[in-house]
């Protein structure tokens, strides 16, 4: 008995001692992923920018770029453009499922491609681009409208609505009961998007149908806070012109960014715009954040119930806004000089809300 106790014990001496020479086991962690949904060259460009300057500041971040079929070209350029990045922040992933106009709000062909970007993703952000085919929020095509992308759309509109649903007569559960806290940001095109596939509607045209403007002329008599795009280049050949603009917008109280931002909704922060559309009838789960300085243009919109579900008329997302060296413009003729994107934040005390909204956007990951 006593030789069996001493083999025991002698078992368990050894082991002991093997477990504490082995070398210590580093834990493996894993990467945040986050989804940039058909981004050209430029977001590619942008976004590498802003984590590589920690505007973007999220630990072991991993963009995984995602591109329907029809944007082919799209996808082979982020092939291309990860192979000159030093450090493996990009993937690419296509999606050549196809869709149409009549199953965008149902269980369709990419339903388990949707399924499988949500479940192995934290968040997903939504672009800027070209107009919406009005037929999606039910209203015929006003001659400014211009439809170049809509397989784009199609698959963007049916990805939204497979993630926050909104329409009352859709027999989805929305992937977000199942992780309500899982982050959709939009941006321009993007909030656009996430209000017509939740059900809402849209201005074709914003100087024609808010303002009852037709002519470039008129248009640039009015207070450049009010022009959503920079509408000299029409009219004026001129490098130095910008083709975006940038004006001021207003943020509205009891929202998001007061309550979630914690910023003083009494400023009027500059923003950079180029879209020629705007939210009309807000869907019914989203409210307003922020509007033009007249109230006649949405610039912001908040999920009601899912807290981070958050769209911007406006694009924070341009590293040009960041970049203390960049290329200087002139958003008018008139204009006493040129000056970067940078500057234009900087000197309006803007860039600091720009900042907190990409700090804000890191601490949810």
């Known amino acids: 008995m006593k030789k069996y106790i001493f083999f025991f014990l002698l078992i368990i001496s050894v082991n002991s001692i093997s477990l504490q020479c082995r070398p210590e086991q580093k834990t493996v962690e894993a990467k945040t992923s986050l989804v940039l949904v058909n981004p050209g060259a430029w977001y590619l460009r942008s976004f590498a920018y802003l984590v590589e300057n920690k505007i973007i500041d999220i630990p072991d971040l991993q963009l995984l770029a995602v591109y329907h079929a029809e944007a082919l070209d799209k996808y082979n350029d982020c092939q291309e453009f990860i192979k000159t990045q030093k450090t ?46 009005p037929v999606v929020y039910g209203q015929k095509t006003n001659l400014l409208t211009g439809i170049s992308t809509p397989h784009r759309h199609f698959f963007e509109l049916s990805l939204l609505h497979h993630l926050i649903g909104g329409r009352e007569d859709s027999t989805l559960t929305p992937f977000l009961e199942e992780n309500p806290d899982y982050v959709v940001f939009g941006f321009c095109l993007g909030m656009q998007t996430m209000n017509a596939a939740a059900g809402g509607t849209m201005h074709q045209d914003i100087p024609s149908d808010i303002y009852g403007l037709h002519y470039v002329e008129d248009i640039l008599q009015m207070d450049r806070n009010l022009l959503h795009k920079n509408y000299w280049p029409n009219i004026r050949k001129e490098s130095s012109l910008h083709w975006r603009n940038f004006h001021k917008i207003r943020l509205l109280n009891d929202s998001f960014f007061d309550k979630k931002l914690e910023i003083d909704t009494d400023m009027t922060p500059l923003v950079c715009s180029i879209h ?16 033009s300085l007249d109230a006649e243009v949405i610039e912001a919109l908040y999920h009601i119930k899912y807290r981070n579900v958050f769209g911007v008329q406006f694009h924070p997302e341009f590293y040009t806004l960041y970049d203390p060296n960049g290329m200087q413009y002139k958003l008018s003729p008139n204009d006493s000089a040129a000056v970067s994107e940078y500057e234009m934040l900087k000197q309006s005390k803007s860039l600091q809300f720009h900042e907190k909204y990409w700090a804000y956007f890191s601490g949810l990951f």
Request: glycine share 6%; aromatic share 12%; hydrophobic share 40%.
């Open 88 to 133: 493996p922040l990009f993937k690419a992933r296509s999606i050549d499922k196809t869709l149409h106009v009549d199953s965008l709000f149902q269980k369709n062909a990419c339903t388990a491609d949707y399924y499988e970007i949500f479940k192995n993703s934290s968040g997903i952000l939504f672009l800027g681009g070209a107009d919406i085919p």
């Open 276 to 291: 020629h559309q705007a939210v009309k009838d807000i869907a019914g789960s989203y409210k307003a954040a922020a509007s």
